[in-house]
T-cell receptor, first 111, second 114 residues
Framework: SQQGEEDPQALSIQEGENATMNCSYK?????LQWYRQNSGRGLVHLIL?????REKHSGRLRVTLDTSKKSSSLLITASRAADTASYFC???????????FGKGTRLSVIA | DAGVIQSPRHEVTEMGQEVTLRCKPI?????LFWYRQTMMRGLELLIY????????DSGMPEDRFSAKMPNASFSTLKIQPSEPRDSAVYFC????????????FGPGTRLTVL
């Protein structure tokens, strides 16, 4: 089954720097979503980008989608210690199937 | 809205015991999902329901696992008998098919089987 795979698996940056995480998937999608998970908590939806969109912004988040390369990136600008979490991409294909989550990127932002 | 509610938040039990995890989805949502998360396997979809009907249970690992959704506001995931390898965090999530399929996750139940 198709699956989003995040890269890198782990990322450590200094506060104030930008963090970029990538997601690759295998088959055609209807939309791609990014979620955040703080330690010990459930996943929280961050942003959704549809297959006909190329870029989307939400606050300090910027998501791009390249359907020809079957990849997406999540950029967090001016990172803060509170951004420390795991970030997951999830893909939804064109059929009536649920989201498929990747294994996540663990982001550590050091103050 | 209270969000997705799960109980208990933590469960410690001994091997062989029955474990029942509970979930109350967001009111008005008609899809419900059960996931299991471990360090080794990541987030795994176990089963999901649309309008209280199980649609795909291919992720349920063994016959020891069963899930029910008797009405739109309640679902259970049962493990009988439990084994140490079932130790994980179990999440319930719900979504509305009328809008985007964004999923809203509960806080999870951390299960430890000794």
């Amino acid at each position: 089954s198709q699956q989003g795979e995040e890269d890198p698996q782990a990322l450590s940056i200094q506060e104030g720097e930008n963090a970029t995480m990538n997601c690759s998937y295998k088959t055609s999608i209807n939309n791609l979503q990014w979620y955040r998970q703080n330690s010990g908590r459930g996943l929280v939806h961050l942003i959704l980008i549809r297959s006909n969109e190329r870029e989307k912004h939400s606050g300090r988040l910027r998501v791009t989608l390249d359907t020809s390369k079957k990849s997406s990136s999540l950029l967090i600008t001016a990172s803060r210690a509170a951004d420390t979490a795991s970030y997951f991409c999830a893909t939804r294909n064109s059929g009536n199937t649920p989201l498929v989550f990747g294994k996540g990127t663990r982001l550590s932002v050091i103050a | 809205d209270a969000g997705v509610i799960q109980s208990p938040r933590h469960e410690v039990t001994e091997m062989g015991q029955e474990v029942t995890l509970r979930c109350k989805p967001i009111s008005g949502h008609n899809s419900l999902f059960w996931y299991r998360q471990t360090m080794m396997r990541g987030l795994e979809l176990l089963i999901y329901f649309n309008n209280n009907v199980p649609i795909d249970d291919s992720g349920m690992p063994e016959d020891r696992f069963s899930a029910k959704m008797p009405n739109a506001s309640f679902s259970t995931l049962k493990i009988q008998p439990s084994e140490p390898r079932d130790s994980a965090v179990y999440f319930c999530a719900s979504s509305s098919r009328q809008g985007t399929d964004t999923q809203y996750f509960g806080p999870g139940t951390r299960l430890t089987v000794l």
